[in-house]
């Protein structure tokens, strides 16, 4: 049964999902697009950081926006020595990096599940706020406020980190290390080391979405298994390395995403992000805004 | 005594002490199993295994079973269909187990029926949904009380009707044992000439239910039937709390599970409220039988240990009673002929500590004892709640209530 109202409703709601989609994946767009480290352990950090600001709401009763923002400093902590591991063990030895690398990370994945269902067993944790399990009455429709809470720290998140990379030095430096590693070491740079800054900004990102992952739903320590797939496919549909191309796909997934749950039944809607990318790819092999 | 006549009694002796000392040492009973370690499964299989830990505990002090010490053999299945065929072939092969307990949960349970059909094996069904429908198995015995297929579904939406309900929602995941629920929820609803007005089958991926219900309630249903998993029914609670579902809906839930797990009751806290729901046991008045409190006692205790479900009430007692029943059919045949047990648990009532136990040709249980409860006046942040009766008032079976259905959904919610 169609309406316009329905619809108006499924775009304000796929609008919100989208940027919770971006918030999650914008991490990922940097260390696999612009770094091209296989980070598939992406989605076991984002839950890592969701159990840590569980921790934070649950004992200190801390915001859980607050907790992942004081998170950020061990998450970048954690970037770089990762990325070193990863760097010392893998890349520096030889051109098969990437497909070694991916067991790395499947493995770190691996420990931080196991780390966490130790610490904390197999139930799920969700954190309590005062805009969480509340909605907003606009205009006759009743919006989650947790949805506009991460639709506004998303925007800002991606909105910092497009500028970072563009108007800072250590920003451009990253970019250019994505793009020219040997061109960047004749300038005096040193690649690897402005790489592992970048992993470390990368995972601490990751601290902030992980933030948002706990406040839109409850987490459990395989949770990382239901994201891969989509993480993936945002940062490639977007075109590796473009945070402003992040954004863009989140929002088409998203949109496409609700649109399809509401309207046309939710069996559809996983074979919609990989159709959307396989389109986005037939017409635009590089991605959205890819290089 | 010559000397040979002492040496022939001491040989006879060492002969006699010997076999004496096999006796004692006779090797134990082994049941094999697969239980959900990890994965999505795991917050019930690890409550499952405790309770039939104690029960293992408790017959061992009493003895055993037919003198010889009971050992579990038990490998985690990771909540995967994809392990527990291989895990049942070397637990039957390489283990040598006497018994087998099936794993927990209908996706895992489903890929060893043919095995265990084939070889002639028993099978104690561990809480899965209608496996044995299509494969006949006639020594498979689930401790699920979910009785005949339909009873779910007709105990619910029958208290719908009678509450003045006349359209269906049917909210289903897209898995196996939420898919046997919507089907025969389905089936119910047309027997019963309610038009089915919203029917959707969910990916076990989503993770946003709020567009979902949006087109629900779109659809102005009178009664809401959602079978899920723990992780949507938490969401889908969630998104109900916020975008509503109407003003129309007389009952909404029926076979969410999750709720029935002490993690996310805790959680949710007030937003279960007037939400109903299947369970298997609570602490309400009526589901004390012979050793339950007494078997309560003992899991609090070590759930705290063990770091599982800290009320355990919905799965721990049928893992005891799983125990209970092949106890009582090894003592009543002293044997362990995997036909022999079969025929007496068929032929037999057993009484557990979740109350009598009579199986159907199916192998399910005779009779439903599947509740349907109402959450009330749950608050926030407090898991002791839970363990005083009144915070999940029994509407159905009519043996076991304990109370009556509070409608509409939006009052019962207050």
Redesign the interface.
């Known amino acids: 049964m169609f309406s316009f109202e329905l619809l108006r409703d499924a775009i304000v709601l796929g609008l919100l999902l989208g940027c919770f989609y971006a918030a999650v994946s914008v991490g990922l767009s940097i260390s696999f697009g612009l770094l091209d480290v296989p980070q598939v352990a992406h989605p076991a950090f984002l839950v890592l950081a969701s159990y840590g600001v569980y921790l934070c709401n649950d004992r200190f009763d801390i915001d859980p926006l607050l907790a992942g923002l004081l998170l950020t400093p061990l998450f970048f902590v954690l970037g770089l020595v990762t990325y070193r591991l990863y760097y010392e063990t893998f890349e520096r030895r030889g051109s098969d990096a990437a497909v070694r690398g991916i067991a790395f990370f499947f493995g770190v994945a691996f420990i931080i599940e196991v780390l966490i269902i130790l610490q904390f067993g197999v139930d799920q944790r969700s954190v309590t706020a005062p805009y969480i399990g509340k909605a907003w009455r606009f205009a006759g429709m009743r919006i989650p406020i947790r949805q506009l809470v991460a639709f506004g720290v998303a925007l800002a998140l991606t909105v910092l980190l497009a500028t970072y990379l563009s108007r800072t030095f250590l920003g451009r430096a990253i970019r250019a290390v994505a793009q020219d590693e040997e061109g960047l070491r004749l300038m005096g740079a040193n690649p690897v080391r402005i790489k592992q800054l970048a992993f470390g900004i990368a995972t601490a990102v990751v601290a902030v979405a992980g933030a948002l992952m706990i406040i839109v739903a409850p987490v459990e320590p395989t949770l990382d298994r239901v994201y891969i797939g989509r993480t993936f496919c945002v940062v490639v549909m977007a075109g590796l390395g473009s945070i402003t191309g992040t954004l863009i796909a989140a929002l088409i997934l998203g949109v496409a995403e609700s649109i399809v749950l509401t309207m046309f039944g939710a069996s559809w809607a996983p074979a919609i992000s990989f159709a959307l990318l396989l389109g986005v790819l037939t017409v635009r092999p590089q991605g959205l805004l890819g290089r | 005594m010559n000397r040979r006549t002492m040496f022939g009694l001491f040989a006879a002796a060492i002969l006699l002490g010997g076999v004496s000392g096999a006796n004692a040492e006779e090797p134990p009973i082994k049941i094999g199993m697969s239980m959900a370690q990890?994965?999505?499964l795991?917050?019930g299989g690890?409550a499952s295994l405790l309770g039939i830990e104690i029960w293992r505990d408790d017959i061992n002090a009493r003895g055993g079973l037919l003198g010889r010490k009971v050992e579990l053999v038990v490998y985690d299945d990771k909540s995967s269909a994809a392990e527990t065929p291989a895990i049942y072939a070397k637990l039957l092969d390489v283990d040598k187990v006497d018994l087998l307990f099936a794993p927990y949960a209908t996706v895992p349970t489903a890929p060893i029926m043919p095995l265990v059909k084939q070889r002639g094996l028993l099978l104690m069904g561990n809480f899965s949904f209608q496996v044995n429908s299509k494969v006949g198995h006639d020594m498979w015995f689930n401790i699920a009380p979910w009785g005949p297929a339909d009873s779910w579904a007709t105990a619910f939406l029958g208290l719908g009707q009678k509450a003045g309900g006349k359209t269906v929602a049917l909210l289903a995941a897209?898995q196996e044992f939420a898919q046997n629920l919507a089907k025969t929820a389905r089936d119910v609803a047309n027997r019963s000439g309610m038009p089915i007005v919203f029917d959707?089958?969910?990916?076990p991926?989503?993770?946003?239910f709020?567009?979902?219900i949006?087109?629900l309630s779109?659809?102005k249903p009178d009664i809401v039937y959602v079978a899920s998993y723990?992780?949507d029914s938490?969401?889908i609670l969630?998104?109900v709390?916020?975008?509503?579902v109407g003003d129309n809906v007389k009952i909404f839930g029926g076979a969410m599970v999750?709720l029935q797990?002490?993690?996310?009751m805790e959680?949710l806290g007030s937003?279960m409220n007037g939400v109903v729901n299947f369970n298997t046991w609570l602490p309400e008045p009526s589901m004390y039988f012979d050793g339950t409190k007494k078997f309560f006692e003992t899991y609090s205790k070590r759930a705290v240990e063990a770091?599982?479900?800290p009320l355990g009430y919905y799965l721990a007692p049928f893992g005891y009673a799983m125990g209970q029943l092949v106890e009582q059919a090894v003592n009543a045949t002293k044997s362990l002929d995997q036909k022999t047990l079969a025929k007496y648990l068929r032929e037999h009532t057993h009484n557990t500590i979740i109350g009598p136990v009579t199986f159907g040709p199916d192998g399910e249980w005779k009779e439903t004892a599947t509740l349907e409860a109402q959450f009330r006046g749950v608050k926030?942040?407090n898991i002791d709640q839970f363990r005083s009766a009144g915070k999940q008032v029994i509407l159905f079976p009519d043996r076991l209530k304990t109370g009556d259905l509070v409608f509409p959904f939006e009052d019962a919610r207050q």
């Open positions: 990890t994965g999505g795991a917050a690890k897209d959707q089958a969910y990916p991926s989503t993770v946003e709020s567009s979902i949006r087109a779109a659809a723990p992780p938490a969401a969630r998104a709390n916020e975008i509503g999750g797990f002490a993690g996310v959680n937003l770091k599982v479900d926030d942040k």
